[in-house]
């Protein structure tokens, strides 16, 4: 048997139930995602994102400016600030809330996203 693969499922089951068990998990991540979705969805515009609101996932948040230079700015922004790895893989952001991530993750970004807004909107 694959003993490394049996083994590492092993300890993220373990983790899991340490957590509360996957509901407790997703419903964590809900709030997460749902930080950053009414960031998008209170930005007034100056914020976006592709994904319909029955769509939405609370892994991944995807979202963009007005246009490709402002997406490039908040990046490099972001990460001066030690948020990296922001860059969509089709344009914009993307804001990855993996089980792990803290909520505090979640809370830095949004205030980043907001005093972002209000200096270039």
Known sequence: ????????????????????GPAVIAERNAEKAGLVWNTIDGSEGFYRSRAERRSRSNLNVTFQT????????????????GMVNLK?????MRASMYNASPRR????L??????FAARNG
């Open 1 to 20: 048997p694959p003993t490394f693969a049996v083994r590492v499922i092993g300890l993220m089951a373990e983790w899991t139930e340490a957590q509360g």
């Open 66 to 81: 007005a246009s490709p230079e402002t997406d490039a700015r908040f990046i490099e922004e972001a990460a001066g600030h």
């Open 88 to 92: 969509g893989l089709v344009g914009g």
């Open 105 to 108: 993750g979640a809370e830095i």
């Open 110 to 115: 949004v205030e980043f996203m907001k005093d």
